[in-house]
């Protein structure tokens, strides 16, 4: 089966930045399309950024664009979402997901890892 492990969350000022990484084991993981989502208290769980082979190949959601850049390294077998410039809006549980092709929808799902962005 497959796992995805998020990590990287915390706590931070508006303005600043932080780096979530997702480790991903039991699959291939160059095969897989990999999403970002994230979950405030009481509101339903949207998109945020996707990859799906390289950084060639990303979607945003419109509100991160310029601010937020995902990444993976398939030699690691790990995806990254580089927040910068962060605000409070920010502030949720994310998730990482994983997808064995390109379209549909996401089939493996982490357990999500906090991120505050006070003001």
């Known amino acids: 089966q497959v796992q995805l492990v998020e990590s990287g969350g915390g706590l931070v000022q508006a303005g600043g930045s932080l780096r979530l990484s997702c480790g991903v084991s039991g699959g291939t993981f160059s095969r897989y399309a990999m999403g970002w989502f994230r979950q405030a208290p009481g509101k339903e769980r949207e998109f945020v950024a996707s990859i799906i082979w390289s950084s060639r190949n990303t979607y945003y959601k419109d509100s991160v664009k310029g601010r937020f850049t995902i990444s993976r390294d398939n030699a690691k077998n790990t995806m990254y979402l580089q927040m910068d410039s962060l605000k409070p809006e920010d502030t949720a549980v994310y998730y990482c997901?994983?997808?064995?092709?390109?379209?549909?929808?996401?089939?493996?799902w982490g357990q999500g890892t906090q991120v505050t962005v006070s003001s």
């Open positions: 997901a994983a997808k064995r092709t390109s379209i549909g929808k996401y089939d493996f």
